[in-house]
């Protein structure tokens, strides 16, 4: 699963660097991901355009950017420390105004920065992991940041581990040029076999409003992951 993410990540770096000068990526934190970094840090990546790609991120649990559960630290560590990246090229979601909203409100001003005149975002790869209850992102179940249709990143709440979350709306997750949704290991089997279902009537889980949503989508997932859902006829 991880190398098949690895070579779509290289795919969507070439192209987009190649046709629009740079490839611009928003990641996911979790533990999924960390394997996915691990590859690209190898030589077989190192001639991918680092120098052309702009990292952001898709949420971020509110705490310091060395705490453990930090997204960015996750990613600094695994991933950005070892590849040449620009420093500058690199926007962690703020996390230190001690208002989750506030900060949100931040990023969302910085986002509009770096894609300037459009209404809304248009990252050429979205990293999402798929969370055993179904949220991906920091979009939980039921929660009150699932109906946002206008602002681009939101202030979340999640029932587990760290409470206070920033995130990226849906409709933000749903215009990137392409969505690649990870899962791995037994326990995501049943959340897996939910979101591959039968669209039954709303409200959807979260990952589900992504993987049926309109525009591009790749779900990336282990045997294990993969193990209540029949396998597709060939
Ligand atoms: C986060 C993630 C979250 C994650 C899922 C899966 O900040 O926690 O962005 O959406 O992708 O919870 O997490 P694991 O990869 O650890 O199973």
């Not at 990023?107 to 050429?124: I, K, V």
Request: charged share 25%; net charge negative.
């Amino acid at each position: 699963m991880a190398e098949a993410a690895a070579e779509l990540w290289a795919q969507q770096a070439r192209t987009a660097s190649g046709s629009r000068g740079v490839f611009r990526v928003a990641l996911s934190g979790g533990r999924t991901p960390e394997l996915l970094f691990g590859l690209l840090t190898e030589e077989r990546f190192q001639s991918l355009p680092w120098e052309k790609t702009e990292v952001f991120w898709v949420d971020e649990r509110y705490v310091p950017y060395d705490d453990q559960e930090s997204n960015y630290r996750l990613a600094r560590e695994s991933l950005l420390d070892r590849v040449p990246i620009l420093k500058e090229s690199i926007h962690p979601m703020p996390t230190g105004s001690g208002d989750p909203a506030r900060d949100a409100a931040a990023y969302e001003a910085l986002l509009r920065g770096r894609f300037p005149g459009q209404s809304w975002p248009s990252f050429d790869l979205c990293l999402l992991g798929l969370g055993e209850d179904g949220h991906t992102a920091s979009l939980f179940p039921g929660g009150p940041e699932l109906a946002e249709r206008h602002g681009w990143v939101a202030a979340s709440r999640s029932p587990k581990g760290v409470a206070d979350r920033l995130t990226l709306t849906m409709p933000v997750l749903l215009g990137s040029r392409l969505r690649l949704l990870l899962a791995c290991g037994r326990g995501k089997s049943a959340v897996v076999k939910a979101v591959l279902g039968p669209v039954a009537d709303p409200p959807l889980l979260p990952a589900q409003m992504v993987w049926h949503g309109e525009g591009r989508g790749v779900f990336l997932i282990d045997q294990e992951a993969a193990c209540r859902v029949a396998p597709t006829s060939q």
